[in-house]
């Protein structure tokens, strides 16, 4: 068994989220992540196992849209932005030509490999062929749509997770987080590899990865993929919004005391 089908084999058993890691390197910006998701319905490998999570499958978006701003290619279609409990997240780019992500289907050699098409050994064999992502999905790092891509989120709660199917997972890819425009937190894919073990090649795994605020000081409204070089390949992913239970009785309390301070003043003009 090689070195990739070990690593891969867990993934098989679909649902578990497994391998709980913390990137110790950077304690400020220790952004939790575990790898691992549930077999998705939809041919498109695996998707998030969180509960409650809004899942964004590309399926809908044409193949060949530029996500941007840029005046000469498409805005983001009509999929987009997509609702949350709570606001709205958008996916943007930077209006500079040729600098945004693209929804693509399949393979172009050099350009973007879709998630769990890894080809590995002599002869060439694709490892679990039933995790290969046949549908429409994100990419990004190709001179053809350098990105990054910005998903932002407006509302009056913020995230403390977020998942996605990351193929061909590459040392130089990065996600950034950030609370407006403060930055929280960067992961690298070197991190990411480093953390499914030593010796994992760049560029040749496929993982379904989440993840999560580990306080409340890392909820997030602002996630940026970027890649330097092809490619950062994605799909699936999953945004859970943070439940805020706790503002519903405060502004019933403001409003409460406001009523009673009107009260008060119209006691008093009486
Ligand atoms: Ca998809
Ligand atoms: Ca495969
Ligand atoms: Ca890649």
Redesign the pocket.
Known sequence: MSLISKILKPLAGAAALTAIATVAAQPADAFTFTFGGSVAGDNSGLTTAVSGAHVVTFNDIPVGTAIGNNDVLPNPPSALPFTLPNGVATYSAPEVDGRVGRVVVGNETGRFRAP???IVGNPPQ????A??NLTNYLTLGSPLERGPVTISFRGPARLNYFGLYLGSIDGFNRIRFFNGTNLLGTVTGGQILAALGPNTPSGRVTQYVNFFASNKSQLFDRIELISASPSLESDNHAFRVVPTPALVPAALGFAGAMLRKRKKEAGVKA
Do not use: A, N, R, T
């Not at 694709?126 to 062929?129: K, S």
């Open positions: 769990g098409q890894v694709d490892l679990d062929p995790l290969d």
